[in-house]
T-cell receptor, first 115, second 114 residues
Framework: AQKVTQAQTEISVVEKEDVTLDCVYE???????LFWYKQPPSGELVFLIR??????QNEISGRYSWNFQKSTSSFNFTITASQVVDSAVYFC????????????FGKGTKLTVNP | DGGITQSPKYLFRKEGQNVTLSCEQN?????MYWYRQDPGQGLRLIYY???????QKGDIAEGYSVSREKKESFPLTVTSAQKNPTAFYLC?????????????FGSGTRLTVV
């Protein structure tokens, strides 16, 4: 069955620190996509990245970077030089598998960046 | 601007009452979804619909009902049978009915039973 585990429930850092959010997944599919979403205090989930399992290159977007390692079934997310505006709940997700039209989400990691 | 509109943002319900949460999208997406979010529980799928007049139960459908009479609209009714309805409800939609493109989310409705 498809499963996403975000073992870190809450993380608290001081502004300008680097922080890594872990995501470990289980899937029965040979090809799949992985996602990260950000949920700020306003509540709406904001799409951050989609990664195809064929592409194991790390991705960098500004202060954000993602490390995908198929061998360990991990898709970790790093924020460099964190800012207060990065405070949010972050979710990792993957499709339900087997043609399922739903996303399966981890339980989320609440990140608090203190000034 | 295209997007998903959920209303109301906050909703209070007395025990034993049914209540309907609205979700409207102007993205021309085929598929729409309802998720429930509880503290520490992540997002759990209630119902989803890939096409008008058709919908499927998700993981926690008991006590909920939906309809999909129009492509743009996917209202969720929380019935009195739902034993613990206080939660944050998120509506989402996706392109062409394929989840591999990910979702666009609405801003959510926070339901409180009083």
């Amino acid at each position: 069955a498809q499963k996403v585990t975000q073992a870190q429930t809450e993380i608290s850092v001081v502004e300008k620190e680097d922080v890594t959010l872990d995501c470990v997944y289980e899937t029965r599919d040979t090809t799949y996509y992985l996602f990260w979403y950000k949920q700020p205090p306003s509540g709406e989930l904001v799409f951050l990245i989609r990664r195809n399992s064929f592409d194991e290159q790390n991705e960098i977007s500004g202060r954000y970077s993602w490390n995908f390692q198929k061998s360990t079934s991990s898709f970790n997310f790093t924020i460099t030089a964190s800012q207060v505006v990065d405070s949010a709940v972050y979710f990792c997700a993957l499709p339900g598998g087997g043609g399922s039209e739903k996303l399966v989400f981890g339980k989320g990691t609440k990140l608090t960046v203190n000034p | 601007d295209g997007g998903i509109t959920q209303s109301p943002k906050y909703l209070f319900r007395k025990e034993g009452q049914n209540v309907t949460l609205s979700c409207e999208q102007n993205l021309n997406h085929d598929a729409m979804y309802w998720y429930r979010q509880d503290p520490g529980q992540g997002l759990r799928l209630i119902y989803y619909s890939q096409i008008v007049n058709d919908f499927q139960k998700g993981d926690i459908a008991e006590g909920y009902s939906v309809s999909r009479e129009k492509k743009e609209s996917f209202p969720l009714t929380v019935t009195s049978a739902q034993k613990n309805p206080t939660a944050f409800y998120l509506c989402a939609s996706s392109i062409a009915g394929t989840v591999n493109y990910g979702y666009t989310f609405g801003s959510g409705t926070r339901l409180t039973v009083v």
